[in-house]
């Protein structure tokens, strides 16, 4: 190691459910060039001085959605953010806030995944059409009112950002309302009536406080905090539809 | 046996821990102060009701040092609201499209930031008139 | 150990296993799927995917094309039978794609776009921005939420395959979480567990590309065909190797060296163009870009960047910003964060990285393996569309037409045999828990994986990179015998059950030093040139009387791989000069004109 190798020194909440009562801090000391990002010093942790470090990670592109954690207190991907920009400072790495902790930086995401499925994520065909008709058509217009809704990667990064969501985990929660409104919005889907009964729900939209952080710590713009109020106000008109047609008010 | 020990985190005290929502608990906190004065107001309305004697007595009271304090401390309050209002407004509107371009965040806080200000010379210039 | 009873098993829920997984549900709702994939469905790499989907789609354009442009591609390894059935099906899949919701990019009056790449004669590649792997995975996933039938077992890493009276019947897992041991049996088991790009170093992949399907097929007798062909993309990331998509280059980017030149016309696939032309310049394959890469680097016509090395310049900034965030967002992106430039007012730096790998699982169209009941698709299998180098494009479509070939063949397959003797499976499960449980619970091993790893990476980059000789490959080989034996002297820090990814990482080592030495060994036998295997030792030509042939890489306990050699299926393509640019044009020309 020359001698000019600037050494950051990372602080990893450490938890293993097999000998540890509770999670507690350790520092390693880590050589790092401008270059690596956090989870490259996780990594380097893992390689070089303690295998059983333990947290997710693939694409290390921020596409995957692998790996979220608290770093400094604020959520976000450990591949996009970089050491440089902490150091001389210590830097602390913890598991996503709001979750259960499983092992080191590893949460419980399972009650994530059955709120997705839930949410009915897929078209229910407006209008059926075979494969012979060949594709929808769908006017940029039509296009632009669901596209930004697509881009969630399912990081949950705004469920660790919700305080909402922290206070009651059963509270469906950012991601899976954007993704819920990204198919009610898609001119080719026709479900928004069956997706309702969700959103007004004791565990839908009305958790949601608007405190916003969520839309503040996506990485990729998909702004959920837009979805769940948009949903309050279909909800709310939804429910006093209802009082006016005897058929039930859900469009 | 699974040797699954998911550890859950306490919630206590969860809004100090990060300054985004320590000014979301201020935010929510000067609604109070909203409300506050539009009690105060509200008791002005009774006292109105009640004569010209009860109605003095509140004009009265409301030009004491005590109650122009309070006055300060609810406008600065309610302007802070206003301000941090408009600031969320944009995550709680659908898309505005405007000449095919979705409108900025920005620009909705700006123009609703522009709305209250407006209003509020508006309506000081009114008082303003009717007290000349 | 818990033992679940399945109709079909599909291991890996990438693009490939969920369209399959969906094929088995339409054939027949009443046949039980179990999903085992060893992270949750939507971090699969086909998420990192970002060009887009090739198929047919323009009414200038045509099967035969397409059918010529990747059997061409492929430097005629291609089973050309199986070429066919892809093309036709292509267009159908990824229209079925678009009608379970995938936001494919659009054009003004509503219909789906194509894009031009790289060695495609007319634009047909379908494409969602900049993120297409990522939004078709999304889709899948999401749509296989639809089927009640389909059991998955998410972060559940599978480790044995089973087999009775000589047919697959399950496999064994190992629940993430836990530590803990199951078995799944199933009449039919789908392997779809992506490429093995992993063992090099610079590579595009993700941290799960570690070959671990290849190797369960392999270790069951399963041949590992065309393991030589890795394909390198020109344009990665130095250092990280993250990928900047071809479509840089089929929306207008350019290459160019340290002079400013537009160095490709002087490797076959000029004249200099001023607009992109499909199949000129930096439209021409990737194998023959990464090439022109090594020679520039040899001329020293490459920058020599003070922390990054050897580079070239991919250039947008013509395209001007509002266009790249239109259509490369990602791109945009992963510019300003990774490198801090902006793509609208600098050049970018890269080099060719990993991406792919043409081999893998041996099968024939209907995706089957020879050991009965196992199938695979994807990137881990060779069905024998990519032969000796893909076409961008053509591996997202592929998972798709295959996925659903597999499925619904497995689902026939399920269905035509009663379920096995589970005592007999139980006992390999078993067996198989014994001897991984000894891997971790062994004490006084002295070697790390992350150094075994490393050794490994690098040693494959320096034999089996884009220029090989005999030397450095029989280097290579050697090593991987070093390796192989210094494996058995590991140690794993983490002894615990929970969440043990100390001792799955070991697994996924042992597997990926299976994968290696298949790529080295079958790389060193092949005293030839073709597509992405090129030599520099006296055999730089292609040799067709020798080896139009597949390479075929047996297992063999404790030893080396055995390379044995098949047949290539030819139908109407004769395997000619494989040339781009306006010798390109020519050749189709003379083509078309014997033809008429």
Known sequence: MPDSQKIIEIEVLRYNPESDKEPHLEVYKVPFSDDMSVLQGAQYIKDHFDGSLTFRWSCRMAICGSCGMMINGIPKLSCETFLRDYYPNRIRIEAMANFPIEKDLVVDLSGFIEKLESIQPYIIPREPRSLDQGEYIQSPEQFNAYIQFTSCINCTLCYAACPQFGLNPDFIGPAAIALLHRYNMDSRDGAAAERMELVAAEEGVFNCSAVGYCSEVCPKHVDPANAVNINKTNAAKDYFLRFLSPKGGSK | MSKRRPYVRSMDGWWKKNPFYVEYMIHESTALFVAAYAFTLLVGLVRLGQGEAAWNGWLEAMKSPLSLIFHVVFLLAIMYHTYTWFKIMPITLPPIIVGGKKVSPGAITGSGLLAAVVASVFMLGLVWRIAQ | MEIFKA??????????????????????????????????????????????????????????????????????????????????????????????????????????????????????????????????????????????????????????????????????????????????????????????????????????????????????????????????????????????????????????????????????????????????????????????????????????????????????????????????????????????????????????????????????????????????????????????????????????????????????????????????????????????????????????????????????????????????????????????????????????????????????????????????HSAIKRKESRGAHQRLDGFELRDDVNYLKHSEAYYVAGDVPRIAYGDVKITTSQPAARVYGAAGEKADQERKGSHA
């Open chain 3, 7 to 520: 109709d079909v098993v599909i291991v890996g829920g990438g693009g490939a296993g969920l369209r399959a997984a969906i094929a088995v549900a339409e054939t027949d709702p009443s046949l039980k799927i179990a999903l085992v994939s060893k992270v949750y469905p939507m971090r699969s790499h086909t998420v990192a995917a970002e060009g887009g989907a090739a198929g047919v789609k323009k009414p200038t354009d045509s099967y035969e094309y397409h059918f010529h442009d990747t059997v061409g591609g492929g430097d005629w390894l291609c089973e050309q039978d199986v070429v066919e059935y892809f093309v036709r099906q292509a267009p159908i899949e990824l229209t079925q794609l678009e009608h379970w919701g995938c936001p494919w990019s659009r054009t003004a009056d509503g219909h789906v776009n194509v894009r031009a790449f790289g060695g495609m004669k007319i634009e047909r590649t379908w494409f969602a921005a900049d993120k297409s792997g990522f939004h078709i995975l999304h889709t899948l996933f999401q749509t296989s939420m639809k089927y009640p039938s389909i059991k998955r077992f998410d972060e559940h890493f599978c480790v044995d395959l089973l087999e009775d009276e000589g047919r697959c019947q399950g496999v064994v897992v190992i629940e993430m979480g836990t530590g803990e041991f199951s078995m799944i049996e199933a009449r039919s088991v789908i392997i779809a567990t992506g490429g093995a790009g992993r063992v090099f170093r610079e590579s595009t992949l993700g941290g799960i590309v570690t070959g671990d399907g290849m190797a369960l097929a392999y270790r069951h007798g399963v041949a590992l065909r065309d393991m030589e062909f890795v394909q390198y993309h020109p344009t990665c990331m130095p250092v990280t190797g993250l990928l900047f998509t071809e479509a840089c280059r089929g929306e207008g980017g350019i290459l160019v060296n340290k002079d400013g030149y537009r160095y490709l016309q002087d490797y076959g696939l000029g004249p200099l163009q001023d607009k992109p032309k499909n199949k000129y310049m930096e439209l021409g394959p990737r194998d023959r870009l990464s090439q022109a890469f090594f020679f520039e680097q040899q001329k020293g016509r490459t920058i020599e960047h003070p922390t990054l090395g050897s580079v070239v310049h991919l250039d947008l900034r013509h395209l001007g910003e509002a266009y790249l965030r239109e259509r490369l967002p990602l791109i945009y992106e992963m510019a300003e964060t990774f490198m801090g430039l902006d793509p609208a007012k600098d050049p970018i730096p890269i080099r060719p990285g990993v991406h792919y790998t043409m081999g893998g699982i041996k099968v024939d169209g209907n995706c089957a393996a020879s050991l009965k009941g196992l199938y695979a698709i994807g990137e881990c299998a060779s069905v024998g569309i990519h032969g000796a180098n893909r076409l961008g494009s053509n591996s997202l479509t592929e998972l798709l037409v295959f996925g659903k070939v597999a499925g619904v063949d497995a689902a026939r397959n399920a269905k035509s045999l009663t379920p096995g003797k589970s005592a007999s499976l139980l006992k390999q499960a078993e067996a198989t828990e014994q001897r991984l449980l000894a891997l971790k619970t062994k004490t006084g091993g002295t070697e790390r994986i992350s150094v075994i790893r490393k050794e490994m990476a690098q040693s494959m980059e320096d034999g089996c990179g884009i220029y090989r000789m005999e030397n450095t490959m029989q280097a290579t080989c050697d090593k991987l015998s070093e390796l192989r034996q210094r494996f058995k002297n590991i140690s794993i820090d983490d002894k615990s059950s929970v969440w043990n990814t100390d001792w799955l990482t070991a697994i996924e080592l042992d597997y990926q030093l299976d994968v290696a030495q298949s790529m080295a």
